[in-house]
């Protein structure tokens, strides 16, 4: 077995150490207890890598087209590795059926071709279509296309995807949405709630089904709410269902982002919720998502009809990476744990998420510079460099 090595201070606990891989998995974690103190300051972190549960596109690359394309799964996996992401979802939003069905269709075939996006690509999401059509919790996604659950409709998405949805995102009030639920769960999908209005009782009901995660909670909601009860604080306090959070300081305002962290402990994660448009200059554009959209000199998309409805985010993994210690006023051990060891829980992929001999040599190594912006240096996925390097 041919070996390869990276020195690097862990993440976690700022030690240096030797990450040794072969064969696409981590076979030693040396410590280097003699390295001098200038030289191990002057060192990268290292850490798992990072993985991203909720990517709709990014940089003109778009899941949310007709028709996707293998140029678009390749090249969203391009932007993902080069912003330290190993692992990710391709996320399908809202839309017709042919529409769903072709995205679907078109990861599963690329995954089946090349390599590098299998090892990448750890599942599909679906962010609807079975979610809220009253305006605020719908967010972007287009009314006429969410519609209520139907078991039918979803086994034939995953038959084009090869059997590859890992996630699915629902709103409970939807109606046969608890037997929907139950029936996925049973399946070993991930039922998130989302873009939701839903009653208390109907979110109880959705936890007690098997739902395990509040899809980027305290967004895809009415602009005002009643001050208590409502559907963020159910969510919120509930401990079975993790939460994920875009802590790029649009989505949720710094003191809202770090009171909901601080609730919900250590059962939360981080995703960009990229799109299409994320790294793209200002101006406007037509999108898959939210329709005629602006991209604001910030990096704030919102659709053009009402700016206050977000159309996505423009973030990167490193931009959440420093948000969530900007932000939310996480430590960098917190904050690398939110995008690599609690997503791989979420999925349930112990291979993934932890720097130990025996899980997957997906590696980032990046920087943190003097204000906390985060720099990724190299990538490395199943042991292959695939962005940056020495």
């Not at 280097?32 to 991203?52: H, N």
């Not at 990517?55 to 391009?78: C, I, M, R, W």
Request: net charge negative; hydrophobic share 40%.
């Amino acid at each position: 077995m041919s070996l390869d090595k990276r020195k690097a201070r862990r993440a976690d606990t700022g030690e240096t150490v030797e990450v040794v891989f072969g064969d696409g998995v981590i076979a030693e974690v040396r410590a280097c207890y003699d390295e001098p103190a200038a030289a191990a300051e002057a060192l990268p972190f290292i850490s798992p890598g990072w993985i991203d549960i909720q990517v709709n596109g990014y940089s003109g690359f778009d899941f949310n087209k007709e028709p996707v394309t293998a140029e678009d799964v390749l090249g969203v996996t391009a932007q993902m590795h080069k912003y330290g992401v190993t692992t990710y979802l391709p996320t399908i939003i809202t839309g017709s059926f042919e529409l769903m069905e072709q995205a679907a269709r078109q990861i599963g075939s690329v995954c089946d071709t090349h390599e590098l996006a299998a090892n990448s690509i750890a599942g599909i999401h679906l962010e609807g279509p079975y979610l809220s059509g009253e305006d605020g919790p719908r967010g972007a996604h287009p009314r006429e296309h969410t519609r209520d659950p139907d078991y039918a409709e979803w086994r034939q998405l995953q038959l084009a995807s090869g059997g590859r949805v890992r996630m699915i995102t629902i709103a409970p009030e939807r109606a046969g949405t608890r037997e929907f639920v139950s029936r996925l769960a049973e399946e070993g999908i991930a039922v998130c709630i989302g873009h939701t209005a839903a009653s208390s009782e109907q979110l109880e009901a959705a936890a007690r089904a098997g739902a395990v995660l509040s899809t980027h909670l305290g967004n895809g909601s009415h602009p005002v709410l009643a001050r208590h009860p409502n559907y963020i604080w159910h969510q919120l306090g509930d401990d079975r269902l993790w939460a994920s959070f875009i802590p790029d300081g649009h989505h949720l305002a710094p003191a809202v982002l770090k009171s909901m962290v601080r609730a919900k402990r250590d059962r939360f994660v981080f995703v960009t919720d990229c799109v299409a448009l994320g790294g793209m200059p200002p101006g406007r554009y037509r999108s898959g998502i939210g329709g005629e959209v602006d991209v604001h000199p910030s990096g704030r998309l919102s659709t053009a009809g009402n700016p206050n409805i977000l159309a996505g985010s423009s973030a990167t993994m490193a931009d959440c990476v420093a948000g969530g210690m900007r932000y939310a006023g996480l430590s960098l051990r917190e904050t690398i744990e939110a995008v690599t060891q609690r997503p791989a829980l979420v999925l349930g992929r112990e291979d993934l998420g932890r720097l130990e001999p025996g899980t997957a040599a997906d590696l980032t190594l990046f920087r943190v510079d003097g204000d906390g912006g985060v720099t990724v240096l190299e990538t490395i996925v199943k042991g292959k460099s695939v962005y940056g390097g020495h």
